[in-house]
């Protein structure tokens, strides 16, 4: 009776050591989430995906909206891949499997939307009918059509207007006609031919985003781009100065960078190298092509920094710094090139002086300082650029962001990298850091899911077309060479 006993117990415990994993997570108890995302595939209009989590709703469940207006008649059968929703319910960690209680639509992105991109290529897909313009035109990392109806227009920089008004303000009967009639200065145009719209230019279109991922444009403008007074003070502000590091003693560098701050340059000198290098393979062709004394042409430098914390940001200048917990965080060179073609992005996009100029209300409330204080004609400030350096290192305006994301995978493929690693930097982080919403004083981006779906729909909507199977994710043994020099190298520095 003993031994049988014995046996029981033994045979219970066996199994309990040795449960199939679908049945521990049948007994696991679902967490309460909210999650914020893009859906990536469509099952049925009751289940669908966000990333790999499986999103499930009963039918009976109503949707919420949010942003209702009367120009926008949603419905759930509306829903597609490309949706920015919100689900709260109750998620099984195992199965990634989300009982949804809760769905919110923000019906806003049905809208009109309207954004400005500097261009990346020469513009081509487009011609000149006897409507109109028609065609599909590749610019701000989207496929924008072009329809007869659109309006296609080019128009004049601040320069060029200034002096096409003071020419026209020399005709006295010109000036006369203005003043009798009241009308302003027209700077814009009907484009007149495709070749005229050149990389490096500007381009602002407004539209709707239709199912298949394309913007129908309504209107487009075009206009040369130009590196104003204030923002070329605005760049010679952001000096850097280097201290060597003593490479064979391991001891750090300095990077230092007025306005911004001082940093420990990694004291590895392989590793700075091979940064550097991929930062200059990243670059994109019209910014290399540029003359050296271009006063557009970004003079980009490539740094790598003794940080644990995994980030990366750039200057307006395009000074690009790296920290060493990005590398030690990350799983091959095609990753880390994610990581820095987007930062590379938010330079030649001019994300900081965008926003500098787009909030200048907000700077006077909370006291920008210093540089920004000449520039914009502010007085009574305390510190410098505080506020710019919280937006390149913590993050940009929720429209910025996307936008550097998706002129980032246009980066990342011109060099020969298969996009698919982008979004997948966005798993490694959540799984280090978990998917919390991380608060940025320039915006909010609720978890990482909603970056990683964000990217993997922009892959499926501008890139599908690619064999993504043929492209690279660089050399995995000297990833991981770096890798360890770099994590070896972080070492050293704590102990000096």
Known sequence: MHKKFLVLLMSVVLFLTTVPAGLAAATSKPKKVKIRGYITDVISPTSFEIDQMKVKRDSSLVLDFENQTPEVNFKPEDIRVGTEIEVEGYLDEETEELNATK?????????KLKNTSVLTRDAAGIEKTEGGWQGVLRADGRRIRIEPTTQVLFELNKSEKKEAEAEARKDKKKKEEEEETGDEFDDSE?????ADVRAGMFATYEGVQQADGTVLASRIVFWKNELEEKEGKFWDSLKIQEKAANFAQGKPGELKIDKVGKFKLLPDDEVQKYVQNLGEKLIPAHQKNLA??????????FFVISDSQANAFATANGIVVVNSGMIALLENEAQLAAVMSHEIAHATQEHTW??????KG???AIAVGGVAAAVFGLS???????????????GYQRRLENQADRIGLEYLVAAGYDPREAPRVWKIMAKRYGDAPTNFFWSSHSNHATRRSFLMVEIRNNYSDMDLNSMNRGSEEEFQKIKLQTEEASK???KK
């Open 103 to 111: 769905i919110t639509v923000d019906l806003e992105q049905f809208g």
């Open 354 to 359: 965008r926003q500098l100029n787009k909030d």
């Open 190 to 194: 009907p484009l007149k031919s495709i």
């Open 380 to 394: 009574g400030v305390s510190d410098i650029l505080q506020l710019t350096l919280s937006a390149m290192v913590n």
């Open 492 to 494: 050293k520095k704590k």
């Open 292 to 301: 050296d004394d271009d006063p557009q042409k970004i003079p980009f430098k």
């Open 362 to 364: 907000k700077r006077t």
